[in-house]
């Protein structure tokens, strides 16, 4: 194996660890695929004498190109992405295998990525590197521009504001079941307003890499032209007008989304962010791998 079918096979290795440490530091699984890529461009362009430590080189560079990501996002006074479709219950997360990293990003509680979204960057990304994966001070220091003393204190501050949080409240399902059923409804009878209705006015719609490549492929049959990211009521709801025939309301995550599960199995899973009666955000997933992740559990109506 030549030396760059050797990195990019230590990459993949690496790349669920490189996963779980964006998605804390950014609450996006799309932000978080993106900086994943852009590590994966600077190791490509690397010098073999900067790569003695492969795994700790990565997690810098991923460390940094999310601290440029979320200075970004606070310059322009950017709200993150809705994280209802990531609440699922938090646990522990210490001494876990690489492995097992691609589910542990799924584990993170949206109470912790509500609390963490208040933090300063530099305080975010100080106190995930060291609190959540352990990453020494000096190893934090020049990815924050500070010393190591004063990337400890960041991510003390961090920690007494985490630890200090009130606990969200649980989410009513109950209410994001009407919503989604109503959104289903509108979309089946291809129903333009009553799906605007339902729509934040910037939705934004993610469709993973599976389910892209299947839209893709039915495009050629009169679907919808799906892209990897869609924003707005007009454009989300103009792609899932008339759609949604075979959906079904499901538990996804512990939240309400909806499935399609034509044999049972659910094949597409689609994980809404759900906010005041509004829908923020629909992911659609259709990697198994995801889909095994998430506990889904399909209901009736």
């Known amino acids: ?31 978080a695929e993106d900086a994943v890529q852009e590590a994966w461009i600077r190791l490509a362009r690397a010098e073999a004498g900067e790569l003695k430590n492969l ?9 940094r190109v999310c601290l440029d990501m979320l200075r970004s996002r606070k310059s322009r006074r950017e709200d993150p992405l809705d994280l209802a479709a990531h609440d699922v219950p938090a646990g522990q997360q210490e001494g876990m295998h690489p492995e097992h990293e691609a589910e542990l990003a799924d584990s993170v509680g949206l109470a912790l990525l509500v609390v963490l979204e208040t933090l300063a960057p530099d305080e975010r990304i100080a106190f995930v590197l060291h609190d959540m994966f352990s990453v020494p001070f000096e190893e934090i220091a020049p990815i924050v521009g500070r010393t190591p003393e004063a990337a400890r204190q960041l991510a003390s501050r961090a920690r007494r504001r985490v630890q ?20 289903l409804a509108a979309s089946r009878a291809g129903n333009f307003e009553a799906l605007m209705a ?23 049959q009169g679907a919808p032209h799906f892209e990897p990211q869609m924003r707005g009521a007009k454009t989300v709801g ?53 889909i095994a992740g998430l506990g889904v559990q399909l209901l009736e109506g």
């Open 164 to 183: 200090g949080a009130p606990k969200t409240p649980e989410p009513d399902l109950g209410r994001q079941r009407e919503v989604v059923q109503a959104f």
């Open 1 to 31: 194996m030549d030396e760059k079918g050797w990195l990019a096979a230590k990459f993949e290795e690496n790349r669920p660890h490189l996963r779980a440490v964006a998605f804390r530091m950014l609450g996006s699984r799309s932000e």
């Open 238 to 290: 103009e792609t899932f007008l008339g759609r949604a025939r075979a959906a079904r309301p499901a538990l996804v995550g512990g939240a309400m989304g909806a499935a399609w599960a034509p044999d049972g199995q659910p094949r597409a899973v689609f994980a809404f962010g759900i906010r005041d009666g509004k829908i923020t955000s629909i992911e659609v997933i259709a990697d198994p791998a995801r």
């Open 55 to 63: 795994g700790g080189w990565l997690t810098t560079v991923v460390g």
């Open 198 to 220: 339902i729509l934040d006015p910037d939705v934004v719609l993610h469709v993973d890499p599976a389910a892209l490549a299947g839209a893709r492929a039915r495009e050629a």
